[in-house]
């Protein structure tokens, strides 16, 4: 269920809302995945049924503006550029895009003024509302593009190239803001890219519960670092689910917490989790590390050093520990995984002693709530 294969990438082109729009259709029941505009693998067609144009701060005219991937094009699926994604398209195809007289941003008003296939929630008789944030504007049409909708102030708001199924839209469909805004992305997913609508979030996380078990051996267990923040704790909730109390889970105070927080996390824990707990209080280890420090990679260096020296202590004497449980960032998608745990000599660097690379289970990007439900 979690194959780009049956569902819809979104490429981010620098926009605040790129993330939402990954979110709208995951809601709809639509994987998706957001890849950055500089992403290698845009090198080559992507195997995907549709594709998302982020908007971006940007300027398509601008010589250091991000460009459209042309293998997005020879991929030959439906393409829907919101905001700078629409101009893009614009630009691409012989059009222009040029600074407009007035900068539009908050409520608009859309008139659909040609038979389209996306604006099929909106009559040609009544306006909808729409988000509009953007300064430069469409001023000439691109090649075989049909102009089907405009704003109640003149500014071209949706193209559409039917036989190519390429889209463009200047408002964001995905903020609540947006009448209609999830039914039009319905449209765009389900209906034009053939997406199935049967992802959810509940069988991702059923998914990963059951990697997780089937990795884990019968007498192993696995420790994972709990700050109480949203990763760490969706990463100890999976675990846990997993392989209950076999689960270690090791908060490092540094020092640096916030009053009471500490205190919080023990009490949340003990109410949701069924595994144990270790708070180790490496304040003044940390401090001492840290003193007369001022340049901010030694910094890292050194706070990473700290933690990974925690960790080890809280472990020392554990029998069976044989994992480490992480989160760890790509570019806009989250994974959890499983490192081998091995604890090895003093003779090892101490930014690597005791972590192997993580081996990833593959999640998408997601609240905690989502997870847990």
């Known amino acids: 269920m979690n194959d780009l294969k049956s569902g819809i990438l979104v490429v981010d082109f620098g926009s605040q809302t790129t993330l939402l729009i990954a979110r709208r259709l995951r809601e709809l029941g639509v ?3 957001v890849w950055s ?11 995907c049924l549709g594709v998302v144009l982020s908007g971006g701060p940007a300027s398509v005219s601008a010589g250091h503006a991000p460009t459209l991937p042309e293998a997005l094009l020879a991929a030959d699926i439906p393409i829907l550029g919101i905001c700078y994604g629409m101009q893009l398209l614009t630009e691409r195809f012989g059009g222009r895009v040029e600074p407009g007289k007035v900068a539009e941003y908050g409520r608009t008003e859309l008139r659909k003024c040609a038979e389209s296939v996306l604006l099929t929630e909106l009559s040609s008789d ?68 053939g997406a199935p609508g049967d992802w959810s979030m509940g069988a991702l996380k059923d998914e990963l519960v059951h990697t997780i078990a089937s990795r884990v051996g019968p007498e192993e267990r696995v420790v994972c670092g709990l700050s109480g923040g949203v990763d760490s704790s969706v990463t100890a909730a999976l675990i846990a689910e997993a392989i209950g109390p076999r689960l270690l889970c090791v908060m490092v105070d ?49 706070i990473g050093a700290a933690f990974i020296d925690a960790f080890v202590t809280a472990v020392e004497g554990v029998e069976g520990v044989r994992f480490f449980g992480a989160r760890h960032a790509l570019p806009r998608r989250h994974r959890v995984g499983l490192g081998r745990w091995t604890v090895g000599g003093d003779q090892e660097p101490p930014q690597r002693r005791g972590f192997a690379r993580p081996a990833p289970l593959r999640a998408a990007r997601a609240p905690a709530h989502a997870l847990q439900g």
């Not at 693998?41 to 195997?47: A, F, G, I, S, V």
Request: glycine share 8%.
């Open 254 to 302: 540094n020092g640096l917490l916030r009053a009471g927080e500490e205190a919080e996390v023990v009490e949340f824990f003990g109410a949701h989790f069924s595994a144990e707990l270790k708070v180790i209080d490496a304040s003044q280890e940390f401090l001492a590390r840290l003193a007369g420090v001022t340049e901010p990679e030694q910094k890292r260096k050194h």
């Open 31 to 33: 994987y998706s995945e």
């Open 126 to 193: 009544a306006p909808g509302v729409v988000w509009m944030s953007h300064g430069d504007t469409l001023t000439q049409m691109p090649e075989e593009f049909v102009l089907t909708g405009r704003t109640t102030s003149g500014v071209a708001a949706v193209i559409e190239h039917p036989a190519r199924r390429l889209y463009g839209v200047q408002f964001h469909p995905e903020v609540s803001h947006t009448e209609n805004g999830s039914a039009f992305l319905n449209r765009f997913a389900k209906d034009l890219c």
């Open 37 to 47: 505009c500089a992403d290698a693998r845009l090198q080559q067609p992507p195997l």
